[in-house]
Structures are given as structure tokens and as C-alpha cells.
């Protein structure tokens, strides 16, 4: 009794000093964001303060807050439907009918990830150049989607492969045709991993950067960018950036707050078993 | 209501071959049983059939017409699978239509259909449940009456009764039959146990290493099994096999010597075998009888009571095992020297590659 009462209070006190160090940094630039200019860089740090909203005003005067937001949307989800379109019927293929390229095309896949994106840069901007595809919604669609798109096919074909697939077979027997078995039986038996695969899309394209800052300026900009642009012109500037990252964070934020139950039962489907 | 034919059917995984060209017809409204060891390629001729699996080479034809390149829900075949298979995410209700939506029937006539099957397998109280609140029992009935629905041209059952205990298996049987002989539809049914096959089927494939050993009904196979392999497969307890020597041959009869000397009078196959030549002796239980002065002298080692009869379980002088069936109140136990006599006419030869030397006379 004693030792498991104690093992739970390890666990706890281990537990929440492993959160509060994650969250620290972010609980930090949330203060700041309240803070002047002054006091967000005094050492030692301002614990006490007069909060101010002034950071707050000056970065939506100097940006179009919701233009970006709209776009990070857009952006998000856009990429995200677009990635599972493509990568439920290939994941579809590679869990139901392997052949002996399967692995190999995962592994390659997953390989494209661990190439650093800079590495394509080039030919990618000369690409969407010549194909009028810069500073546009589209565009910004079209990369984001192709880099998530390893992850998701990766989540997808880990999730298909927990449905059995005399399941499927049988309701081929029942007269189902592909399209039929994937929407009337895999799509419904695999939606917690669908929709957990699209969660983690949705953040990893809300939180993307690299594409955003090299293929877009004004129109097609997200959050990313706004946050960005309060990082160098004028030196810098601590709290107003604080803000401006507080304003784009916040969103998906509160977004992963609200399904973080679904992200955790998504991630962990199959690991019990 | 059709027939099915497989026309030199061969199965291959890769460059290995599990199926070794395999020819035979599945009469209308036939009870066919397919069955084997596990690896005997059952199984996989079942899947070739519903179109699960690809034909390698060769031709399954239903109703004449050739369907290697019909998809499996165009084949008009119902499947019953040994997980049951039902789609988890459904109602035993929606489970059972599911086929009829996918036809496009509507709801009021899909509806009907429904309730009428589970009228027939006394399962109405549960469709609205979910497949997770069901038990094994139940899972079976929804997965027949799933296959049943559709009203297909033939039922294809994959080891259905395999997940269910005993006595809900030997209640299972009785069923089937009785569905089949209402539905009178073509059933084509794999199974590992020869007892299923035996009490269900019309006809009776034995297979073994992707080939057919023999095919007839469960009486032809019981009683002139083609080679050692049926004969040993088929019946419980197994048939014995004892290594014997041809000590004389006439036109007529044949004269065979057991390793401990004594022999036994046997009427002659149509293969004509000389003096010297060794063969198998086969010899179902019920045709070995406890006799005082009986040929094969041997301990008991194991009595299997079973009422009415009982096994007696042997081991002869030279260390082959025999089982006898005798009369359940037999006044014998583990470890008594006792000897048996084999009834002659019931015996049955094999030759060195375990194929059934002809008999001349009426079998036994």
C-alpha cells in the first residue's frame, strides 16, 4: 500500500514538472506579451507588473490579424483534406493488398522527410514560379499537403492494418465495390484514427513556416508569417513579438485543448494490443 | 441454385504451388464438403471460388460461365466466414441488409427480408444489438442469416462451426442441414473435421497437399477410402494400420502374416501380389473384435468409456497401437493381456504408396 501511495505521488510530482517545463516557455511569452517593451527585457525578469493590452493593439494596427488567420485556416484544413484524399485509397492499397514494393515505398516515404525541406527549395520556387503558383492559397495548399502527406499515409497505414481484413472481404462477398467498401465499412470502423491522422495534420500545417516564409508575402501569408514579420525589420521587439506569437498559437491552442482526448485515444489506438 | 466446376484449378503464392490442378463439378443444390488437414488447400479452393482469391491457372465456371475475372460481389455468392466476420460498426439488422443497400433494394422490402430470416433462426429479439453484445453462438446465426438474405446462388462456409463448443457445434449441424434442405441451395463447405463433413455432406472432397485424395459421399469414403491418407482421415476413432506380408496369394484369397507370425485369410485384391511382398492392412475399430484365442495378442493401455461402447486402446507385441470398439459393460481395464481377432472381409490393403488395392469382393 505505502509504496504504490508513494510511486503515484513520484509519478505526479514527475509528471507536472515534466509539463510545467514544456509549457514554461509558452507561459512566458504569454506574460510578456502583457508586459512594455521595458520591462520585458529587465534582468533580473519583471515578476510584477503592470499588464498592458498596448502590445496587443500595435501588432493588430500594424497587420491584418484575421487575413493571416484566414489563411492559416484555409491553409490547415485545405492541406489536410487534400492529404487524406490521397492518402486513405493509398494507404487502402498498402494495408489490404501488399505486394513486395509496400515497405519499400513506406520507407521511401518516410525518407522524403528526412530530407531537410531547404534541400528542394530551388526547384520547388522555380516550380510554383513557372506554374503561378507563388503567394497563393493554393500553392501554399499544394506543398503543405505533399510534406504532411508521409505522416499521414504512415498514421493511415498503421490504423487500416488493425481492421481485419476478412471484414472487408466479407462485405466484397455482400457486393461492395471498392469505393463502397471504404466508405460503408473501412472509414467508419478506422474514424478515431482518421480523425486523430487529421488533427495532427491540421497542427503540423497550422504550425508549418518554412513554406510559408518563402512562397508567400502578402496574400496567401498565415500566422506563421505575420508572427515572423515582427521578428527582424526594426531590431526586436520582445513583447510586441510575444503577442503577435501569442495571437497565432492561440488558435490551435485551444483547438488541441479541445481534442486532445481524441489526439491521445488516436495515437495510442493499436498499442494496448 | 447453380453449379459450380473447377477446371484444372491451380493455386500459386509466389513460385510455390498449393494448389495442384484440381477438376471438379459442385452439382445444384448439392451439400459438398470440403475437407483435409490444415495446408491441404481447402481453404484457398473455397477462396478461388467467392473470387477472394485469384486463380493462378485453370478455370471456376458457375453455371457454365467462365468468372476468373468477375469481382467476388458480382458472383452472386454468399460466404460465411470462421470469424464470422460482421461489420462491427452495424446493428445485426444493418449487418444483415447491408447486402440488399448495397443492391439498392428499398427499406420497406429490405426490412421484410430481414425479419423473415430472423424469423427462421429465432434470432428477432436481437437485431437491434451491435455484433460486440452477442455471443458466439449468436454471431454464427447472424452470420448465416447475413448469407441468407441475399438469397445467393450458392452458400460457400469457411470452417463456420470451428469457434463454438461442442455442444452448440453438434446443434449447428443438425441446423445446417435443415437449412439446407429448406433453402435447397448449393452449399460448398470446408472444414478440418471429418466428423462435420461426414454428418452434413452430400459429397465429400478429400484433400491433402493441395490435391484431391478421393470424392464421394460419406459412406463411399467411409467404406472403400482410395488410399491410406483417406483412410486414416476419415472416421474416429482412426482406422489401423498394421504392417503385414503376403504369405501366399491364390486367384481367390490371399494369405497375410503379421509380425508376430500368425495370420490371416483375406479375399484376394484385384491386383494380383506375390509371396514376399509386404502391404498396409487397414482394419476400422468396430472390426476388431476381443477374442480369447484371437490372432494379436497385446496389453491394454488406455479404456475410453463411452457408454454404449467402449475403445479399447492396445498395444500389440511388436509395439503397434490398435484400437478395438466393444461393448460398452466389456469386463477388461488398463494393463490386462488380452488378444483380437480382425474380421477378414473388413479388411482393407494399401500398397507401398498408399493407394487402395481393389477389392474383389463386397466390402465391409
Same mark, same amino acid.
Given at each position: ?273 | ?55 493462378? +491457372?485453370? @478455370?471456376? /465456371?458457375? =453455371?457454365?460461365? *467462365?468468372? &476468373? ?8 455468392? !454468399? ?42 433462426? +429465432?434470432? @428477432?429479439? /436481437?437485431? =437491434?444489438?451491435? *455484433?460486440? &453484445? ?8 447472424? !452470420? ?48 478440418? =473435421? ?171
Amino acid at each position: 500500500m505505502r509504496n504504490t501511495w508513494q510511486a503515484r505521488w513520484g509519478l505526479t510530482i514527475a509528471g507536472w514538472t515534466v509539463a510545467l517545463l514544456m509549457f514554461f516557455p509558452i507561459l512566458w511569452m504569454f506574460v510578456t506579451s502583457f508586459k512594455t517593451e521595458i520591462t520585458a527585457v529587465a534582468t533580473p525578469p519583471a515578476l510584477v507588473f503592470r499588464p498592458t493590452l498596448g502590445n496587443y493593439a500595435a501588432v493588430l494596427e500594424r497587420a491584418d490579424y484575421l487575413a493571416f488567420a484566414k489563411n492559416s485556416l484555409v491553409v490547415s484544413l485545405g492541406s489536410t483534406l487534400l492529404a487524406l484524399l490521397l492518402g486513405v485509397p493509398a494507404a487502402y492499397s498498402m494495408a489490404f493488398f501488399p505486394t513486395r514494393a509496400t515497405r519499400g515505398i513506406l520507407l521511401w516515404m518516410l525518407s522524403t522527410k528526412m530530407l531537410p525541406a531547404v534541400g528542394v527549395l530551388v526547384p520547388i520556387y522555380l516550380l510554383w514560379r513557372d506554374l503561378g503558383l507563388l503567394d497563393t492559397v493554393f500553392g501554399l495548399v499544394l506543398i503543405d499537403s505533399i510534406s504532411v502527406l508521409p505522416i499521414v499515409v504512415w498514421m493511415l497505414f498503421s490504423f487500416f492494418r488493425e481492421v481485419p481484413a476478412v471484414i472487408l472481404e466479407a462485405s466484397r462477398m455482400d457486393g461492395a465495390t471498392p469505393t463502397e467498401e471504404l466508405t460503408h465499412v473501412l472509414l467508419p470502423l478506422s474514424t478515431p484514427g482518421i480523425a486523430s491522422t487529421a488533427l495532427l495534420s491540421i497542427i503540423l500545417c497550422w504550425n508549418e513556416a518554412f513554406w510559408s516564409l518563402n512562397l508567400t508575402t502578402v496574400k496567401a501569408a498565415t500566422l506563421t508569417a505575420f508572427t515572423a514579420s515582427f521578428a527582424s525589420p526594426e531590431g526586436l521587439f520582445w513583447a510586441k513579438l510575444s503577442a503577435a506569437s501569442t495571437l497565432s498559437i492561440a488558435p490551435i491552442l485551444i483547438f488541441g485543448w479541445i481534442s486532445q482526448r481524441q489526439m491521445a485515444r488516436g495515437l495510442s489506438f493499436g498499442a494496448v494490443k | 441454385m447453380a453449379t459450380i466446376e473447377l477446371k484444372n484449378v491451380r493455386k500459386r503464392f509466389g513460385s510455390h504451388e498449393v494448389v495442384h490442378g484440381i477438376d471438379l463439378v459442385i452439382t445444384d443444390r448439392e451439400f459438398m464438403a470440403f475437407v483435409g488437414p490444415s495446408g491441404s488447400g481447402k481453404s484457398t479452393l473455397l477462396r478461388m471460388i467467392a473470387g477472394l482469391e485469384e486463380v493462378s +491457372e485453370g @478455370e471456376v /465456371l458457375i =453455371d457454365g460461365l *467462365p468468372v &476468373q475475372n468477375v469481382p467476388p460481389s458480382k458472383r452472386g455468392l !454468399a460466404m460465411v466466414f470462421q470469424s464470422y466476420a460482421l461489420y462491427p460498426h452495424m446493428t445485426v439488422a444493418e449487418n444483415m441488409s447491408f447486402s440488399l443497400r448495397l443492391a439498392g433494394v428499398p427499406r420497406e422490402e429490405r426490412d421484410q427480408k430481414v425479419r423473415s430470416v430472423a424469423r427462421i433462426l +429465432e434470432m @428477432e429479439p /436481437l437485431l =437491434d444489438r451491435k *455484433p460486440r &453484445q452477442l455471443s458466439g453462438g449468436q454471431l454464427q446465426r447472424v !452470420a448465416i442469416g447475413r448469407a441468407m438474405v441475399r438469397q445467393p446462388k450458392a452458400f460457400l462456409l469457411d470452417e463456420p462451426l470451428s469457434n463454438l463448443d461442442a455442444a452448440l457445434q453438434a446443434q449447428m449441424r443438425l441446423e445446417l442441414v435443415r437449412l439446407h434442405r429448406e433453402l435447397s441451395t448449393t452449399m460448398v463447405y470446408v472444414t478440418h =473435421d471429418q466428423l462435420e463433413a461426414m454428418t452434413m455432406a452430400d459429397r465429400i472432397v478429400v484433400l491433402n497437399d493441395g490435391r484431391v485424395e478421393q470424392m464421394g459421399s460419406p459412406l463411399e469414403l467411409y467404406k472403400n477410402p482410395a488410399t491410406l491418407f483417406v483412410a486414416g482421415f476419415i472416421g474416429t476413432p482412426k482406422m489401423n494400420f498394421l504392417d503385414v506380408e503376403v504369405k501366399s496369394a491364390s486367384a481367390e484369397n490371399l494369405t497375410l502374416a503379421f509380425s508376430n507370425g500368425a495370420s490371416v485369410s483375406v479375399l484376394a485384391p484385384a491386383q494380383r501380389l506375390k509371396a514376399g511382398e509386404r502391404v498396409k492392412l487397414g482394419v476400422r475399430p468396430e472390426h476388431v473384435a476381443l477374442e480369447q484365442d484371437g490372432e494379436l495378442p497385446g496389453e491394454i493401455d488406455v479404456l475410453e468409456h463411452l457408454g454404449p461402447r467402449a475403445y479399447l486402446h492396445a498395444r500389440l507385441a511388436d509395439g503397434t497401437r490398435l484400437v478395438a470398439q466393444a461393448p460398452g459393460d466389456t469386463p477388461v481395464r488398463g494393463g490386462d493381456r488380452v488378444a483380437f481377432r480382425i474380421r477378414p472381409e473388413a479388411a482393407h490393403l494399401f500398397d507401398g504408396s498408399g493407394r487402395a488395392l481393389g477389392r474383389s469382393g463386397p466390402g465391409g
